[in-house]
């Protein structure tokens, strides 16, 4: 008997360009449609001579367009958003951020504010004023130089005060017009970020997969997300061109995806715990995300076992199918078992730092646990309690 569908709805995705060597239109694109100011955000990188970000602020200055520059570093905070939205005119036409989830999610919350000059404090979730989100906004066009968060996708922008909070700014109005997929982007990017933010891009796609409030949508794209990254890293390192071009490609895909399944089904206990995390160490979010997913998702699917709900059940049914996408040839009854070893091996592979790297220790992550029941956390398929929550963390130290 066919499953009822329960109610659900589903945010609104940008026009997305995407191909290899697509963001090559984007000059000629922005000179026919925003004929005006623009404001334009990258990080220090893309800024140099020779960059992408670069030349697309030369070529458009040089056909008479008044272009803003400003360059993110590092993690966003809510004072350098506020900052930049000062310094810019309320004509501007389009916002365009190139660059990586920071650069996108800064990108992104400006362009929101900058009609309004308002402050991102006014809206921040958790840590800022409470009021609505409902002033006029410019358009925002994305172009990722990583795969990986999908923030041309998603409808919030991640903000944070190291030792303070890491929240989101969140409304369907902030959602990108425009996305420019050029997987060809990703040749650039150092292999230890690529893999890092390709796992936060998995990452997500599991969790939004398993979430409490999956829809038919969300669903088929994050199998799809889920199918496309499966082999990625191993095509990038092939010597066969056409195979590593494919696994840039898929890479850059999926991780978009990712961001619209996020988008409108959530996340889990990964990126519940990973906010905290983000908030009070300089811990690399696809880094943290990576190592938690095995002992979180061994987590879960133990207390979904304890469990006699049809919901529960159709969870572990998930995380089987997700174990035969990963591993075909994983015997029958050894799924569940498969799948944590084989996220053990994706970790160990592509992101082998322990979190003691970066500050944390048994000693110190309470204030991550007091701090992650909200956001991210409600959307896991089980609740975990704290002693789970700490166990995690303490097993990929």
Known sequence: ????????????????????????????????????????????????????????????????????????????????????????????????????????????????????????????????????????TCPFIAVPTTAGTGSETTKNAVLSRLGEFKKSFRSD?????????????????????????????????????????????????????????KGAFEAIESDDEDQRQQGYSHLMLAASLSGTTLANAGLGAVHGLAGPIGAFFEAPHGIVCAKLLAPITEMNIETLQQQESNQSRQTLDKYSQ?????????????????????????ALTYTPQGLSEFGLSRENIAPVIQSCRSGSMLGNPVVLSDSQLHKAITLVL
């Open 1 to 136: 008997m066919p499953q009822t569908i329960a109610p659900f709805q589903f945010a609104p995705m940008p026009h997305i360009h995407f191909g290899w060597g697509i963001r090559h239109q984007l000059i000629e694109h922005l000179k026919t449609n925003y004929p005006g100011r623009v404001v334009l955000i990258t990080g220090n990188f893309l800024s140099r001579p020779g960059e992408f970000g670069q030349i697309v602020r030369d070529t458009l200055m040089e056909n008479n367009r008044l272009v803003d520059h400003f360059t993110v570093s590092g993690e966003p905070s809510p004072d350098l958003v506020d900052y930049i939205v000062s310094q810019c005119k309320t004509d501007t036409e389009a916002v365009i951020g190139i660059g990586g989830g920071s650069v996108l999610d800064a990108a992104k919350a400006i362009a929101g504010l900058i009609p309004s000059q308002t402050s991102v404090m006014d809206y921040l979730e958790g840590v800022g004023s409470g009021k609505a989100f409902d002033v006029d």
């Open 322 to 346: 997700i174990a035969r996408l990963l591993n075909p040839d994983i015997k029958n009854g050894h799924e569940l078992t498969g799948l944590v070893e084989q996220l053990k091996q994706y």
């Open 173 to 229: 109005k902030l959602l990108a017009k425009e996305a420019w997929l050029d997987p060809e982007l990703l040749l650039s990017c150092p292999r230890d970020i690529l893999y890092a933010t390709g796992m936060d891009a998995f990452t997500q796609l599991l969790e939004s997969y398993t979430t409490l409030k999956p829809n038919p949508i969300t669903d088929a794209l994050a199998w799809q997300g889920m199918t496309l990254f």
